[in-house]
């Protein structure tokens, strides 16, 4: 069976020029110009989570970094509009300002993080934790959560 080799986000801009730009010249991503300016951007390794819904169809996009408050400090430092940090539990979070007037969340994670190999042919798919200390505060995160009562969509702030 062949596997899933990547992932293609797309972020839609009512200007897409500017927010190009702005992944290009802020954040330094690399990227590729596949004609007439339109740029596919490299971003690092992903993950994908699946959270409980009432509605289909509802998808976010988060950056991910190791030190959220350095990055905001930097960004404001260059003149982009970032939300105060905010811990959420799951991780520190704070929303972009992009010039075309879009946001995009980044955040640093607390929870514990996949990696990602091609699996062999008949392998079985899990992954394991990035870090056994990771693996040991998400089970104590995980009963924690368990406790709560569960939410009506995704945690994570629109």
């Excluded at 989570?49 to 030190?67: K, R």
């Amino acid at each position: 069976m062949p596997t899933i080799t990547g992932a293609h986000t797309i972020i839609y801009s009512k200007s897409a020029e500017a927010d190009r730009a702005f992944l290009r010249d802020i954040f330094g991503l690399p990227h590729v110009d596949v004609g007439h300016g339109w740029l596919i951007f490299a971003v690092p390794p992903a993950e994908v989570a699946v959270h409980p819904s009432e509605e289909n169809n509802i998808h976010e996009f988060y950056l991910i970094t190791e030190d959220v408050r350095a990055l905001v400090d930097d960004l404001t430092k260059r003149g982009v509009k970032c939300t105060p940090p905010h811990d959420q539990g799951w991780g520190v979070l704070t929303q972009v300002k992009l010039p075309g007037g879009g946001n995009v969340g980044v955040y640093e994670p607390r929870h514990e993080r996949p990696t990602f190999s091609q699996p062999s042919p008949g392998a079985s798919p899990k992954q394991k934790a990035s870090n056994p200390k990771q693996k040991v505060s998400s089970l104590k995160r995980k009963v924690s959560r368990l406790k709560r009562k569960p939410q009506k969509r995704s945690a994570r702030p629109r």
